[in-house]
């Protein structure tokens, strides 16, 4: 899928641009051995992407100007709408549900718009074009950019003040579910044009990197430069999302922001995504995840270690929830209790040596003795 960005103006200003050629013959050719950008991606399969280039029109109107990345069956790209003289960058599904909210909720500032939508025949089908405004950088990237990792309280709360009414738009005008927050999915706006300015000078004169395989080309990705003025964080990327009012059982959200009741396969709701936040919170105030899943014996995400998390943090879990769960069998006896007692006495283990108040840790001669490692060296 070929996704676009652009700007949002009024109505046709002026002259209508002119076709920029980007036929510069100065990139690195990377070998076509070396799989880069969503050639990595798992399961990748080659059809599912629009062979887009460089230089190219779509619908005689956008041209796209460079890389800015890739997903699992999409890229993204930045591209110049000629008739308007706005700018683009490439990704439907609830678009058009989320566009049905009320145009009075503060919350739809908060959420990324639909501009347009298009089909383009690809090599072997047809593939969607979504116009949305442009946007800077994530979340994700602030934090990576950012020395001590870390995004700072007032920017935090200003985040999450624009994420509740992200959500409170999605969750009562749009009866929609997110199910997939997450900082890369959380981005920045751009109040001027200059970054995409810069963008195009760069490709023209610098081409960015490049591999020919199979009659497509595959691009390296380009970051915009910093805008000399930052607009409102709001909320992106429906990919996941799903229509509210009806039940669901899915697994959705990335491994580490699961909600229990996702992770029990009981019916979920509006209210996963208020789970979800409150993990991600963690690890963008924090820079560490409130909750990780590994499991001490497979080395690995597994659910049972990450709702012994949970029980350690909340504690059990309400037997209605559990009642409600298709996979609640096979993590607790019909009396509540969690089968994987292991990883909750690995996690008491934890527990003696991370106290406040020194004296109450446990000492190493104590620790020597612990219930999980004499347990752990008998198996």
């Not at 990792?149 to 509740?164: E, M």
């Not at 491994?255 to 229990?260: G, K, L, S, V």
Request: with cysteine.
């Amino acid at each position: 899928m070929l996704s676009s960005f652009l700007r949002s103006l009024p109505r046709r200003i002026g002259p209508t641009w002119k076709p920029l050629n980007f036929s510069n013959p100065n990139y690195v050719r990377i070998p076509v051995t070396q799989k880069i950008e969503e050639e990595t991606m798992p399961d990748y399969v080659a059809s599912r992407y629009y062979p887009a280039r460089i230089g190219d029109i779509l619908k005689n109107q956008y041209q796209i100007v460079g890389k800015l990345g890739f997903g699992a069956s999409s890229t993204v790209w930045l591209a110049r709408d000629m008739d308007y003289r706005r700018y683009l960058d490439d990704e439907l599904q609830m678009y058009q549900r989320i566009e049905k909210g009320s145009t009075n909720h503060p919350g739809r500032s908060a959420v990324r718009s639909l501009l347009d939508s298009f089909n383009i025949d690809g090599l072997e089908d047809k593939h969607r074009c979504l116009v949305h405004p442009p946007l800077c950088e994530s979340v994700l990237t602030f934090l990576h950019r950012n020395p001590v990792q870390r995004l700072p309280p007032p920017v935090l709360a200003f985040t999450l003040k624009r994420l509740f009414l992200a959500l409170d738009y999605l969750h009562r005008e749009c009866h929609s579910i997110h199910a997939d927050i997450k900082a890369d999915n959380i981005m920045f706006g751009v109040a001027d044009d200059s970054v995409f300015d810069d963008f195009i000078e760069n490709e023209l004169h610098t081409p960015c990197p490049r591999e020919e395989v199979d009659g497509r080309t595959i691009y390296i990705s380009q970051e915009l430069g910093t805008p000399k003025e930052w607009g409102a964080p709001v909320l992106c990327d429906f990919g996941s999302a799903m229509p509210g009012g009806i039940e669901h059982l899915e697994d959705i959200q990335p491994n580490i922001y699961r909600a229990p009741e996702v992770i029990l396969e009981a019916p979920w709701t509006y209210s996963v995504d208020i789970w979800n936040v409150g993990c991600m919170i963690s690890n963008v105030l924090e820079g560490g995840s409130l909750f990780t899943g590994h499991d001490p014996e497979s080395q690995a995400y597994r659910s049972r270690a990450h709702l012994a998390e949970m029980i350690r943090l909340l504690g059990p879990p309400p037997p209605d929830l559990l009642a409600q769960g298709n996979l609640s069998h096979k993590l607790f006896s019909d009396g509540g209790d969690f089968y994987a007692k292991a990883l909750l006495v690995f996690l008491r283990l934890v527990h003696k040596m991370l106290q406040w108040e020194p004296a109450k840790r446990s000492s190493a001669k104590e620790l020597q003795q612990d219930e999980w490692i004499r347990k752990t060296l008998r198996e």
